[in-house]
């Protein structure tokens, strides 16, 4: 059913189970929602992005609807959400580790399946950087909020790191199993350290400004 490696297979399945974990959370968060809705959010949150590549590099059916075992676990993961929501809480560190698992493996295997496709280096990673936050990307909009990709943390950097790593490798001939896993850990590791120190991309000066007087008057 996959052509993947097998260690690269097994980190794309729990990244999927993840995305859709995490997506299911927050739809619980942002918005009111039924069982179905809840399911809905994790399935297109971990779905999603790898739905949009496939779409666009004219690889029909997507990849995603050909194994039962990708939407099968991202269902899990949405009921899991759904029905353990106060529960996850004291989780959510562990759950932003799995999440990272999932983005950094979504960009290497956007990244590579774009350069199977035949585009060029560019639109490679821009695909990957898709494959990986695509998702969530929807989903924070279906339930009326900036995308996260867009608003805090580190996200679309490591998934631009990951991607950019994967082409070069390819690009210079060394692409394999330890050189994908090698692109996914430095992704992993900038999101982790993102998530643990709390870094954030830079943002415009004037924003800055309006968020040190917000600081120095509270």
Same mark, same amino acid.
């Given at each position: ?28 968060? /942002?918005? #009111?929602? =039924? ?17 949009? #590549? ?12 050909? =194994? ?5 676990? *991202? ?20 759950? =932003? ?42 989903? =924070?909009?279906?339930?009326? #909020?900036?995308?996260?990709?867009? $608003? ?11 991607? /950019? ?35 954030? /991309? ?5 924003? $800055?400004?309006?968020?040190?007087? #917000?600081?120095?008057? *509270?």
């Amino acid at each position: 059913m996959s052509s993947q490696p097998t260690a690269l297979f097994a980190l794309d399945l729990t990244g999927t189970f993840a995305f859709g974990l995490n997506g299911a959370l927050t739809a619980v968060r /942002a918005a #009111r929602l =039924d069982v179905v809705g809840v399911v809905v959010l994790g399935l297109i949150t971990a779905m999603g992005g790898g739905f949009i #590549r496939d779409v666009l590099i004219d690889s029909l059916p997507p990849a995603t609807l050909l =194994d039962w075992r990708y939407y099968t676990l *991202a269902t899990l993961g949405g009921l899991i959400a759904f029905a353990l929501s106060r529960h996850l809480r004291r989780l959510e560190r562990a759950i =932003d580790v799995l999440d990272a698992v999932g983005l950094s493996t979504f960009a290497v295997i956007g990244a590579s399946k774009a350069l199977d496709a035949g585009l060029g280096v560019a639109p490679s990673i821009l695909l990957g950087v898709i494959t990986a936050v695509g998702g969530g990307t929807i989903r =924070d909009t279906l339930v009326g #909020r900036i995308p996260t990709v867009l $608003r805090t943390g580190l996200y679309a950097i490591p998934a631009l790191v990951g991607s /950019a790593l994967t082409v070069l490798t390819v690009e210079t001939g060394v692409y394999g199993l330890p050189a994908a896993l090698g692109a996914a850990a430095a992704c992993f590791l900038i999101r982790v350290l993102g998530v643990r120190y709390g870094l954030n /991309a830079p943002e415009p000066p004037e924003t $800055r400004g309006r968020k040190d007087s #917000r600081e120095a008057g *509270a």
